[in-house]
């Protein structure tokens, strides 16, 4: 059965510092990885995913993640964050399959952008 | 609808007292996940129906939860004789069969007292 692991818990940054929010997993099988978002008082909304093609996914928001399968790691990095980055961010895995499979959640990384 | 919709958003019940939790999944979606998230914890992982498959419920804390989709559409999660420890956010998404992006709908607030 997959697993994802987020290394930390809690980062605290200075505004306009880079970023990175690691995320580690476990499976078997190939995978589908994703980020997900949730601000503060909202729910979760995706950010970015990883199904096929370039290993290296970006957002809207100047969010991006590098697959990396020898090392099994989805990290997440911007280089410039901004207050409104401030948000809790997790990392999921789905294994591939005979139609969707079950997804699964690392426990969290709770981003914040100090002034 | 367009998107997942969860009823009611907020739950106030008394402990010992059984609960009912409802998602309307996107039109169209095959996977229905539930999910809870404790207070500064992560999400974790209840009940997952696939289409017309057995649902995987590896992930249900005890016998007290059981969760039930019908006509591969809408799904209750019900509690049984609640507990303070059941205090959450209870979270549903849901997804296409060949896309494995999960949608989430703003989930139920549950607070037993």
């Known amino acids: 059965a997959q697993s994802v692991t987020q290394l930390d818990s809690q980062v605290p940054v200075f505004e306009e510092a880079p970023v990175e929010l690691r995320c580690n997993y476990s499976?078997?099988?190939?995978?589908?990885l994703f980020w997900y978002v949730q601000y503060p008082n909202q729910g979760l909304q995706l950010l970015l995913k990883?199904?096929?093609?370039s290993t290296l996914v970006e957002s809207i928001n100047g969010f991006e993640a590098e697959f990396n399968k020898s090392q099994t790691s989805f990290h997440l990095r911007k280089p410039s964050v901004h207050i409104s980055d401030t948000a809790e961010y997790f990392c999921?895995?789905?294994?591939w399959g005979q139609g969707a499979q079950k997804l699964v959640f690392g426990q969290g990384t709770r981003l914040t952008i100090n002034p | 609808g367009a998107g997942v919709s969860q009823s009611p958003s907020n739950k106030v019940t008394e402990k010992g007292k059984d609960v009912e939790l409802r998602c309307d999944p996107i039109?169209?979606?095959?996977?229905l996940y539930w999910y809870r998230q404790s207070l500064g914890q992560g999400l974790e992982f209840l009940i997952y129906?696939?289409?017309?498959?057995?649902?995987?419920k590896s992930g249900l804390p005890s016998d007290r939860f059981s969760a039930e989709r019908t006509g591969g559409s809408v799904s209750t999660l019900t509690i049984q004789r609640t507990q303070q420890e059941d205090s959450a956010v209870y979270l549903c998404?849901?997804?296409?069969?060949?896309?494995?992006?999960?949608?989430f709908g703003q989930g139920t607030r549950l607070t037993v007292v």
């Open positions: 999921a895995v789905s294994e």
């Open positions: 499976s078997s099988v190939s995978v589908y």
């Open positions: 990883y199904l096929s093609g």
């Open positions: 039109s169209g979606h095959t996977a």
């Open positions: 129906f696939q289409g017309n498959s057995a649902p995987d």
């Open positions: 998404a849901s997804s296409l069969e060949r896309n494995t992006e999960a949608f």
